[in-house]
Nanobody, 120 residues
Framework: QVQLVESGGGLVQAGGSLRLSCPAS????????MGWYRQAPGKQRELVAG???????NYADSVKGRFTISRDNVKNTVYLQMNSLKPEDTAVYYC??????????????WGQGTLVTVSS
């Protein structure tokens, strides 16, 4: 139906950078808001950053100033540029999207997650 597939995770040293990508594909009429969540070992899943269709953004306080969320509405892809990475950023990162699908309804879609590991 609607699929999100994250990519770009990996192992990086503290202070380094990674760029995550997540394209939406499948059958839908429109992708609305998109975002990134993460879940670290032993912790709850949390919102990292969100972006509206028009480009308005919001960030968790812990990543503000270091991470940048963006999107390409032609490609239906959301990105997360992560700079100045810290060991505490280590987590599985999930992308999320609101999709308007056949049947005139909105659904929430999640990707499978991509692991980001930051070494000290």
């Amino acid at each position: 139906q609607v699929q999100l597939v994250e990519s770009g995770g990996g192992l990086v040293q503290a202070g380094g950078s990674l760029r995550l990508s997540c394209p939406a594909s499948g059958s839908f009429f429109q992708i609305n808001a998109m975002g990134w969540y993460r879940q670290a070992p032993g912790k709850q899943r949390e919102l990292v950053a969100g972006i509206s269709k028009s480009g308005s953004t919001n960030y968790a306080d812990s990543v503000k100033g270091r991470f940048t969320i963006s999107r390409d509405n032609v490609k239906n892809t959301v990105y997360l540029q992560m700079n100045s990475l810290k060991p505490e950023d280590t987590a599985v990162y999930y992308c999320n999207a609101e999709a308007f699908v056949f049947g005139s309804r909105w659904i929430e879609v999640w990707g499978q997650g991509t692991l980001v590991t930051v070494s000290s």
